[in-house]
Each structure stands twice: as structure tokens, then as C-alpha cells.
């Protein structure tokens, strides 16, 4: 194993392995210090792409760590579980990307932030986010095909865009009621997506938010100032329930198309038969 040693600061960044030790290593237990001579370096970081496309079948982050860096495990093909300790702050962009074999991520009291794409093509089928996570970006969670289950940290106020884009396997979702803003495409894609629940307190739906998922009835808060274009692209709609300020049958077009034959009718009379007004 490859370490960069910062002895002034008495820290070092775990850089990868040497390839021609590594073809025989099924376990990667990264170091939680390392020695300059006599100075004692603790573990903070991981370089970017340390062990991206790597063979382990087993990684150990040790409890000194604090960041991990961008595609420091991506496309490790053969890796199951991990657990991320709670010394770990940040997790940097596309972390465990395409990791299509890891079924089992414990994220420990302690991770703030969660950038774009970190675990994108994993298999998990559930994932707790501790309260500790403030910054949750995009792409986070996308093409988790397996995922059917998201308990999110207490306060978060935005559901990022395209968090949950592609998730095939999500059938309801149940929005915290501390949200106020959901991210454009968040759970586009979502195939088997057919309830959904909305809190009071909610302001923005972004473009394409639920574009593309089998929902058949929507109650929108009366607290739902903008909606963007194809938020509710969802041909299978069949009633809707939503504040009067959205009263408008150009607006709603935008906002849910007209590809849903029950929700808009074909005359006048008949053209907003499955809005209801509150």
C-alpha cells in the first residue's frame, strides 16, 4: 500500500497499491498511521481513483480517516459491504460509483457531506443517512437499481436533483416533512414509483421531478408555489388534488403534459375533468 506522508502535520493520504502486490490481495486494510521516522502520521485522506477498478473484495477504512477522496473505490467490482466510520466527514464525488456488487453500505454518525454520484450504480437495497448528513448532492443514489428503501437524516430541507434518478425498484415515497424544495429529476425514472406523499410545508417541485413513474393520484400541499415543466410527466395520473393558484390549463399542461387521457379531457367542458381545486 501507497501512502503520501505529511510529517509537518503529522497526517498522510493513502494513494493506492502497487499493482503487481495487489493481484493476489482480496482484503485492503488501509493504515490508520504511518511512520516518518520517528513522527507518527494519522490516515486523514484517500487520494482521488486510490483503488478505482481495484479487485478487493474487502476494504477496511480505518477510524483516523476523514475524507474520502473523488473515485477513491469506483468500479470495484468484487467489493459486497463497507462501512464508513464516524471520523469520516466528506464523502467526495463518484467514491464508490459502479460498484454494482455492494449490497451494504453503513454510513456512521459523523459524515456531513455527500457529494454527486458517491454510491450512482450500486446494488443496495436500502441506505440510512445519519442526522449528521447537512449536504446530500446530486446524482447521490442514481441508477440504485435494487434500492426500495431511504431513511433520510432529521431536518433535511432539499431532495437534491436526480438524487434517486433510475431507482427502478422504489414503489412509495414518503417525502420528510422538513423538505421544502424537491431537486429536478429526483426520481425520474422510477419505474415501480406509484404512491407518493407530500408534506405541507413543501415550496418547489422541480422540472421532471417524478417524470416517468407510474403514479395514478397526487395531492399537492397548499404550500406548492412552482412547479417546473413535466414535474409530473406521468401517463397513468388519473387525479389530481392542488392549491387554485394553479388554476390554469396552460400551466398544468406544462407542468403534468397531456399524455394522461384521464386527467385532461378532450373539450372544454372536459379539459381539467381530473383536477380537483382546493
Known sequence: ???RLYPNDRNAVFMGVDDFLFQETE?????SHVKYGSVRCAVTRTDQDA??????????????????GP???????NLKRVVIPSSVRTIKRGAFAGCTNLSSITIEPGVRLIEGTSFAGTAITSITLPN????????AFSECKKLTTVKFPVGIKKISENLFEGCESITSVVVPSTVTEIGSSAYSGCKRLSSVTLPEGLLKIG??????????????????????TWAFFCPKLTSVTLPARFNDPM???DIFDNSASKLFGTSQATLLQGFTFK
Open 71 to 77: 473515485y477513491a473505490f469506483a468500479y470495484m467490482q
Open 27 to 31: 482484503t485492503v486494510e488501509i493504515l
Open 132 to 139: 449528521t448528513v447537512k449536504d446530500l448532492q446530486t446524482y
Open 251 to 253: 400551466v398544468l399542461v
Open 51 to 68: 483503488l478505482k477498478g481495484e479487485t478487493a473484495h474487502t476494504l477496511v477504512i480505518p477510524t483516523t480517516l476523514k475524507e474520502i
Open 207 to 228: 422540472d421532471g421531478a417524478f417524470m416517468r413513474t407510474p403514479i395514478t393520484k397526487l395531492v399537492i400541499p397548499s404550500t406548492v408555489v412552482e412547479m417546473g
Open 1 to 3: 500500500l501507497r501512502y
